[in-house]
């Protein structure tokens, strides 16, 4: 497999010039995530009003595809609504999984067709141990959702 | 010096090609190849003479039985222990520390007592000191690396008085190389009457040890770093320390006699191995044991040092490129860490993979240290027996792949 499916230039952007990258003065929603085996770490910290994710700051530190993933996820998550970026979680980690091609709303060839930039990440499903790297910030991003008390 | 040629003939696994490239396996450090002796000689135990040890009055045991005490006896051999007793057969290097731990550790360790290692130890030579510093009250303490990632001496001799009862320091760093000077350091532990355990789980594979002369009362080793199977350690222990020691655990063939509400211990080193022990690996130890002593652990040592002298010389083309550990191969052994900035550790070692270069990436299981030089991961090579210097050049080439394909060849 060549390594250009992997690292796609759009990729090695957002892990050079990562956006997002900053903490919030002001957050209602924040978790850390960490991969234990391989070391890397992200912090996401979210400011969540009337139902929609007004600010997102990403920060951390990682390789290329744990810090692209979770640049590209601030830029789809900022401004959506809980509900929407429930369903793009699942799209993503579907986009990941083999199981992903299964759903039915998604065209089986291109699961991440929906997703955008997002879905240049497609190419980490042939790289079965880099998989988590590019969860990671979902998965911490779904936990700072859980963990989001509302001040409404 | 060595016939590296006949000696890859005998490891089948490094014909594989990978991502249909030439294997370069340059991860020894985590776990080594296996010889075909090795390897027939387990398999020469499960199909004639398997049987399960220390029982059965019949023929397969006793003969299964011979072959596991005299695997201990080769052992023993290698290391120039005093007798085979000293040598306690145990899982993993994790298991030895952890066996020395327990039933040395918890047993003699009181609160303002002084547990002292080094910040370059694996985990498995720091979180049992953890657990043992809790349940004893006893404080854990360090010391510390100089500039040049060699243990600081100087510091180190002040942290030695009559409140420090165990040293535990490894012989070679699995990350650094760095071969710390463990004769210095037994004059300093017994100077104030405190024990030395060594992490011999890289000095053994990758050097001449001799317990008579390394200074140390306790060796902990794995047999799969040195051409071993997996499932095998040994910690190598002083006769008399042994016999005072507690065993950590408990269960059959390490007893005399058991009642109903207390047991006797068996004598060493069945003390310390409770339950069915891991014959077959230990077997399989004895014959990567063999085949090492066929090399001469002097060219073994020779050989990796060869190897790093051209591998840090290699690496130095490498434009921005640093090694975190000693930059000569004095008392250094062949395990070079580096890191390349603009490149994450994962991304080498997935690039390097589709060259068909195999190196470790990660914190190395020793967070304290990778933390004290400012990074979370490095990239690690490391070499053994049946490395050329082909290796090395595979290995520098692929990270110019992954300059190039990270854009860093400024070109």
Redesign the interface.
């Known amino acids: 497999m060549a390594l250009e499916d992997l690292y796609r230039e759009v990729i090695l952007d957002h892990y050079r010039s990562p956006r997002n990258r900053q903490a919030l003065d002001r957050a209602n929603a924040v978790a850390d995530g960490n991969n234990p085996l391989c070391g890397d770490e992200v912090r996401i910290e979210l400011l969540i009003e009337g139902g929609q994710v007004t600010a997102i700051g990403v920060t951390g530190h990682g390789c290329s595809i744990s810090q692209a993933s979770g640049s590209m996820m601030g830029d789809a998550v900022k401004g959506r609504t809980i509900e929407t970026i429930r369903t793009l979680t699942g799209r993503f980690k579907g986009m990941m999984s083999i199981d992903g091609a299964n759903d039915p709303g998604l065209d089986p060839n291109r699961p991440g067709a929906v997703l955008g930039d997002l879905e240049s990440l497609q190419g980490v499903r042939k790289f079965p141990v880099r998989i988590k790297c590019a969860n990671l910030p979902w998965t911490t991003l779904e936990e700072a959702i859980k963990r989001f008390v509302s001040t409404d | 010096m060595m016939d590296t040629s006949a000696i890859r003939g005998d490891f089948p696994i490094l014909e594989r090609r990978i991502?249909g490239r030439r294997m370069a396996f340059l991860d020894s450090a985590a776990s080594s190849q296996k010889p075909v002796q090795v390897l027939d000689a387990m398999v020469d135990i499960y199909r004639n003479s398997y049987a399960n040890v220390h029982r059965g009055a019949y023929t397969l045991s006793q003969e299964a039985t011979e072959a596991y005490e005299e695997a201990r006896h080769k052992v023993a051999v290698f290391l120039n222990a005093a007798c085979d007793e000293e040598i306690i057969f145990t899982r993993s290097a994790t298991a030895a520390m952890n066996l020395f731990a327990y039933g040395w550790g918890l047993n003699t360790l009181k609160p303002g007592d002084r547990i002292l290692t080094s910040v370059m130890e694996h985990h498995a030579n720091i979180v049992p000191w953890h657990i043992i510093a809790r349940h004893t009250g006893a404080e854990l303490c360090y010391m510390e690396l100089t500039d040049g990632f060699r243990l600081d001496m100087e510091g180190a001799r002040e942290r030695f008085d009559e409140r420090v009862k165990v040293v535990a320091v490894t012989g070679m760093s699995n990350v650094l190389g760095t071969m710390p000077p463990v004769d210095e350091l037994a004059g300093l532990a017994h100077g104030v009457g405190a024990v030395l355990l060594v992490d011999g789980a890289q000095l053994v594979p990758h050097a001449p040890v001799d317990v008579q002369t390394l200074g140390a009362d306790f060796l902990g080793f794995s047999g799969h770093k040195m051409l071993g199977p997996t499932g095998i350690g040994v910690l190598w222990g002083r006769r008399a320390l042994l016999e005072s020691m507690e065993p950590a655990e408990g269960g059959g063939e390490m007893i005399r006699d058991v009642r109903l509400h207390e047991s006797d211990w068996a004598e060493v080193p069945h003390k310390f191995e409770a339950g069915t022990p891991p014959f077959v690996e230990a077997i399989g130890l004895g014959a990567a044991v063999d085949y090492l002593s066929a090399i001469g652990m002097e060219n073994v040592l020779e050989h990796d040092r060869e190897l790093t002298g051209y591998a840090l010389e290699r690496l130095a083309e490498v434009p921005g490129l640093s090694v975190q550990g000693p930059a000569d191969t004095v008392d250094r052994g062949g395990a070079i860490s580096f890191d390349l900035p603009g490149?994450?550790?994962?991304?080498v070692a997935?690039?390097l993979d589709?060259e068909g270069v195999a190196v470790r990436?990660?914190?190395h299981c020793a967070?304290p240290l990778?933390r004290s030089l400012g990074l979370?991961?490095s990239a690690r090579a490391s070499f053994y027996v049946y490395n050329v210097a082909e290796d090395v050049d595979a290995l520098v080439d692929a990270l110019g792949?992954a300059r190039r394909?990270?854009?860093l060849d400024g070109a």
């Open positions: 991502n490149i994450h550790a994962h991304d997935t690039i589709q990436a990660g914190h967070k990778l979370t991961a792949v394909i990270f854009g």
